[in-house]
């Protein structure tokens, strides 16, 4: 198998058709939400595909616990941390945004003739006169919702056919969401049961576009599915038997689908490595309606494994053999890998993740030893909450979440306060998933050895970590929030187009 995957590879280089790259971001989608990682209700045909005859991971880790600073991480490489992308996320008013000085994937593969374009939700900053925006962060297009579809009023919006109106409220007092193509709105308010179709036309007319010109391509698909409140069209409402999250994912599915299919007719499927995965843990304080972690403890918000341990799929037929591998891998890993498979230069910068070619083509050992966890809102002062060395996790602090309220676990909702150990809260992740059980290292020397070996490990890697100036902490100004008639009165309630 290492001698076709190292021929594979050579190959690929080789080859005067670079591989083409579609990236699928889901949104508040957890470790147990998909039926191909045990969920028995979710309908996800497609995905099951990718799954059965592809790569599945089971140890694949996200780097926050909630949606901004985990897109930052995937896009440039680096914990959220360096590139100043916390705490907490992005709001349509924000003045920061994912620093124009960091290297994003796109703008890693452009050098190399890649076409590039974002479809879905953005999230990394819109700013003064789009200053943000994926056109100018290495996107040659765009279409899609610059940040989270609840953030704006969205309790008179239709997100069910014929006229189910979405559930909650979602953000009052601000302008109600648009749709946006490159830098200029199209819609405002989004119109939520056509949204998907917009979204599968532009993507596969873009492959099609690219393959037509035999250029080498990057699509990036962040999804809104299957973030609160959920929605979906004609073709996937009441199509499940999970209600309203189950049939938000199935459109979701249904355009990974149209992809693949497009992917097909144009002859290109052989060359294009699909990965798929999901920004954090499920928002469990929805109940039914926020997503399933599966076996893993809490969920999102949290450095639990159930925030931050996604699913995740590689997909590449003829290159990457069907399987399922255990081997640690994260969201940082991503710029790396299409890097080294596009024959691309990295950015000349502190990469935090490790090329997965090794994984990916002969399903191989990882190169990736240590996974840190920070919380929602880092800081230099207390560092990291915990650390993934191997099979085991160390806790140094630990912490609730009202994104993960509702649950029986009293460990996870907002009333589990900070709390710190020392000695760390240690798990075997092989033996305990679910971090149940903690280890006693008393009259356990191997164990004192592993903990000293992660402390050393942790002294070291926050020995590395310049903390960024805090985007995020630039605040909001009303009049950054995206308006389709922007000299209109009142505001908000008067940007409708």
Not at 46 to 67: E, I, Q
Not at 152 to 173: A, E
Not at 251 to 271: A, H, M, S, V, Y
Not at 358 to 387: C, H, V
Request: glycine share 10%; charged share 20%; with cysteine.
């Amino acid at each position: 198998n290492k001698i076709i995957g190292t021929i594979i590879l050579f190959f690929c280089a080789c080859s005067a058709s670079p591989p083409n790259f579609i990236l699928l971001f889901a949104d508040d989608l957890g470790f147990g939400d998909l039926g191909c990682y045990g969920h028995p209700t979710s309908l996800t045909p497609n995905l099951d595909r990718l799954a059965a005859a592809g790569l599945r991971f089971t140890d694949f880790y996200c780097t926050s616990p909630v949606c901004t600073p985990s897109r930052a991480s995937l896009l440039t490489g680096r914990y959220q941390t360096r590139s100043g992308v916390y705490p907490g996320v992005l709001y349509p008013g924000s003045i920061g945004g994912l620093p124009l000085n960091e290297t994003t994937i796109a703008e890693v593969l452009k050098p190399q003739g890649y076409a590039t374009a974002a479809v879905g939700k953005w999230h990394l900053g819109v700013g003064a006169n789009g200053t943000y925006l994926p056109t100018r962060q290495g996107f040659d297009e765009y279409l899609g919702i610059p940040y989270s579809h609840d953030m704006g009023p969205c309790r008179n919006l239709t997100c069910f056919p014929p006229d189910v109106k979405c559930f909650g409220l979602c953000d009052v007092g601000t302008v109600t969401v648009p749709l946006m193509k490159n830098d200029a709105i199209i819609q405002q308010p989004v119109n939520f049961l056509d949204l998907e179709k917009a979204y599968s036309d532009f993507a596969t007319s873009f492959i099609i576009t690219s393959a037509t010109k035999k250029q080498p391509f990057f699509l990036y698909y962040p999804s809104h599915h299957t973030h609160y409140p959920q929605y979906a069209g004609p073709e996937a409402a009441g199509r499940t038997l999970r209600g309203p999250f189950g049939d938000s994912l199935f459109e979701f599915d249904n355009t990974i689908g149209n992809l693949l299919e497009t992917l097909e007719k144009t002859q290109i499927i052989n060359n294009t490595l699909i990965f798929f995965t999901s920004d954090n843990g499920p928002e469990l304080m929805r109940m039914s309606r926020g997503g399933n972690a599966g076996l893993l403890k809490c969920g999102k918000g949290t450095t639990y494994e159930g925030g931050m341990r996604e699913p995740a799929i590689a997909f590449w037929p003829g290159t990457i053999q069907p399987g399922v591998t255990h081997e640690m891998a994260s969201t940082l890993d991503i710029l790396p890998t299409f890097a080294s498979l596009a024959g691309a230069k990295l950015p000349t910068v502190m990469l935090d993740g490790v090329d997965m070619t090794e994984i990916l083509t002969n399903q191989g050992k990882s190169k990736r030893e240590t996974m840190m966890f920070y919380p929602t809102d880092p800081s230099e002062m207390y560092g990291l909450f915990a650390l993934r060395m191997g099979k085991y996790k160390a806790h140094f602090y630990t912490r609730g979440a009202t994104h993960s309220g509702t649950t029986p676990d009293q460990d996870c909702p907002v009333f589990a306060v900070l709390k710190a150990h020392d000695p760390p809260l240690l798990f075997d992740l092989e033996a305990d998933p679910s971090e149940h059980y903690p280890l006693t290292l008393f009259g356990r020397p191997d164990l004192q050895e592993v903990v000293d070996k992660i402390m050393k490990e942790k002294e070291k890697f926050e020995a590395t970590m310049v903390f960024g100036r805090s985007e995020i902490s630039k605040g909001t100004d009303p009049n950054l929030e995206p308006c389709c008639n922007p000299q209109c009165s009142p505001k908000p309630r008067c940007c409708q187009c």
